[in-house]
């Protein structure tokens, strides 16, 4: 299983650079760096010590992006996004770039393939429903989880140490569904607003998905930091704005930051420090 993994990651790294119009010679330095970055990783040794599916969601995002490239491909990058929903529900956030992108043929396909999969999994829908169920009502932790809902309550618990009143603390926690939920619809909001005013950018495209990855992995209650491996896709992207892009922006420093900082390691830090805000860091860099 590990081996499966390692190399199912891999070649969605290979993919993942191969989205961007990079130079040869640069491409073989962002690959060989992204390998690198990647095989040292926190998400990824968290990964294969856990050796859950996100590898393979990885993998099917890159291959559907690979394919969204590819003239008349659309029923196999349908295929994959599909299969990605299919794994991780919360990926579905993938549908709205095509929609912006007026990708027509492949969000038809996207659908066609989830009605394949909802008629081959039928007997065993009640099953799904009652783990999602059990998922979004869990016990929330505090520890391993890099959601946008856990690094909320962690900011506003470390806010309480500096000051706040331990019942308007209380009061704040209380209101941590509907802070998340404003925090995601504005930053969410934003994105989609950019894309609109870009029109369809051709050039732009696969900049355009690749930045709805964050929003996959920043709900439910509880996202565990492995997730995080999707965010790999942002290491190439990153480098693709930085070239495209005469002037550095505060915004690309932001998102270089951002990337850097869920790959911190939280349980090992958390456990030198004996310090619960330790798990913080990962979910500070994902809202980044």
Avoid at 29 to 40: D, H, N, Q, S, V
Avoid at 47 to 56: E, F, P, S, V, Y
Avoid at 143 to 170: H, M, Q, R, W
Avoid at 277 to 285: D, K, S, V
Wanted: hydrophobic share 60%; charged share 10%; aromatic share 16%.
């Amino acid at each position: 299983m590990f081996v499966l993994i390692a190399f199912s990651v891999a070649i969605a790294t290979f993919m993942a650079t191969s989205l961007f119009p990079f130079p040869k010679s640069d491409r073989k330095r962002i690959l060989f760096g992204g390998l690198l970055a990647l095989f040292f990783s926190y998400p990824f040794y968290f990964l294969l010590n856990r050796t859950n599916i996100d590898g393979w969601v990885l993998l099917f995002i890159c291959a559907g992006l690979f394919f969204v490239q590819k003239p008349k491909k659309e029923w196999i990058s349908g295929l994959f996004f599909s299969l990605t929903i299919v794994f991780k529900i919360y990926t579905i956030v993938i549908l709205l770039p095509i929609f912006l992108y007026r990708r027509w043929r492949l969000l038809v396909w996207c659908g066609l393939w989830l009605v394949f999969w909802g008629i081959a999994s039928s007997f065993w829908i009640l099953d799904f429903r009652n783990i999602l169920l059990e998922r979004s009502q869990g016990l929330l932790r505090l520890d391993e989880n890099g959601s946008l809902y856990a690094t909320t309550v962690l900011i506003l618990v470390l806010l309480g140490l500096f000051g706040i009143p331990i019942k308007a603390n209380i009061l704040l926690i209380s209101l941590v569904p509907i802070v998340v939920a404003v925090i995601y619809a504005a930053l969410i909001s934003i994105v989609i607003y950019a894309d609109h005013k870009m029109g369809r950018n051709q050039k732009e495209e696969m900049t355009s998905y690749a930045l709805y990855l964050p929003f996959m992995v920043a709900l439910p209650q509880t996202v565990t930091h492995y997730s995080f491996i999707v965010l790999f896709i942002l290491i190439p992207t990153i480098c693709y704005l930085w070239q495209a892009t005469t002037k550095r922006s505060m915004v690309l420093i932001l998102m270089t930051i951002g990337l850097c900082m869920t790959q911190w390691q939280a349980v090992a830090a958390s456990f030198l420090t004996q310090n619960v805000f330790a798990n913080a860091i990962p979910g500070l860099g994902l809202v980044l």
